[in-house]
């Protein structure tokens, strides 16, 4: 964060210096890797000493909204599970996705006239399906495309990684899934 503030406080000058911009976007960048590698290592060592197997899909749902609820002040959550759903998996990562989604979903419904967070999970088949859906607008299909790669934030305040959508696509893919986002 230091980088960017540095990166920011230059910028705003009357004549910003290009170089050491570029300088110092580029060391940002080499640290911003950095850590995305030792999320990478701890995530492994957290997935190898956890063990998977089916786990309620309602639990998974709760604990998520508990650890988001901070930013849920003024959103209707509605939660429709189906009865006894269980998914095969890590708990602590099928949370973790939930929890990404869920405070992404709180992002995109600030400011709302009237906000609200659907989740929904139901059996298909042998799949799992849950739906995040909220009342905030659909982004632009450059920012759709880019939505799970890691690294990409849309917000210009500093204040996101873009760390969340690319670790929730990876962790649904080690556990045999896929995520998407519904473009209408």
């Known amino acids: 964060s230091l980088g960017l503030d540095m990166v920011e406080d230059l910028a705003t000058r009357p004549d910003p210096p290009a170089e050491r911009i570029r300088e110092l976007l580029a060391v940002t960048r080499t640290s911003l890797h950095h850590v995305l590698g030792l999320v990478e290592r701890i995530t492994r060592q957290a997935r190898e000493a956890e063990a998977s197997g089916p786990v309620p899909v309602a639990g998974l749902v709760e604990d998520a909204n508990t650890l988001v609820s901070g930013r849920l002040e003024g959103v ?33 419904v600030r400011g709302a006239p009237d906000p609200w967070i659907t989740v929904r999970a139901r059996a298909e088949g042998e799949e799992v ?10 982004p632009p299909s450059r920012v759709l495309d880019q939505l799970f790669v890691e690294g990409f934030t ?25 995520i998407a986002v519904d473009r209408r």
Do not use: F, K, M, Y
């Open 76 to 108: 209707a959550v509605r939660i429709d599970v189906s009865e006894g759903l269980a998914a095969h998996g890590r708990p602590i990562e099928l949370t973790q996705v939930l929890v990404n989604l869920l405070a992404n979903a709180a992002e995109a």
């Open 129 to 138: 399906v849950v739906t995040v859906a909220d009342a905030g607008p659909t």
């Open 154 to 178: 849309t917000r210009a305040d500093c204040d996101g990684t873009g760390l969340g959508l690319g670790i929730c696509a990876r962790i649904v893919q080690e556990h045999g899934g896929h």
